[in-house]
């Protein structure tokens, strides 16, 4: 239990349950001071209105971005130098991910995309289009490999 505690990667996440739920909850103001101190320890810019499952994990710590309206399901695991955001700053539509998806290191999941359960997506690739479930997926931008 204690080497959990002083894992970064877990420590990021918890800080961003606390600091979501304060800014939803309790009082915008607090939750965004939280979010920006997070924000700067971890090298993580996730949203604070991020709506993430359980069991969500960091894989490694660093470079990784979860827009503001991203929705992602439960058992999901992120690397280092991963997007999740939009085709540019005006636009508000984010990615949907389903349940038990793990994204490689520096991934690019762009627009208002869809991502099925049970997918893989490898590493450095781009992805702008919706996937159905059980897909891995690789390249720039992303292709279909195989169904698992």
Excluded: W
């Excluded at 058992?75 to 539509?93: E, H, V």
């Excluded at 208002?112 to 059980?134: P, T």
């Excluded at 690789?138 to 698992?148: G, R, S, T, V």
């Amino acid at each position: 239990m204690f080497k959990k505690i002083f894992n970064c990667e877990y420590r990021a996440v918890l800080s961003f349950r606390i600091y979501s739920y304060v800014y939803n909850n309790v009082s915008k103001g607090l939750g965004y001071i939280l979010y920006q101190h997070s924000k700067l320890k971890y090298c993580c810019d996730i949203a604070p209105t991020a709506k993430i499952g359980k069991h969500f994990k960091i894989a490694h710590i660093g470079g990784i971005v979860i827009g503001r309206n991203s929705i992602i399901g439960d058992n999901y695991i992120i690397n280092n130098n991963t997007t999740l955001g939009m085709k540019n700053s005006n636009d508000t539509s984010m990615p949907n991910i389903g349940n038990n998806v793990y994204i490689s290191i520096g991934a690019k999941l762009l627009e208002d995309i869809g991502i099925g359960d049970n997918c893989i997506i490898g590493a450095n690739s781009v992805v702008n289009k919706s996937l159905e479930k059980n897909s891995v997926i690789l390249e720039i931008p992303a292709k279909l490999i195989k169904k698992i």
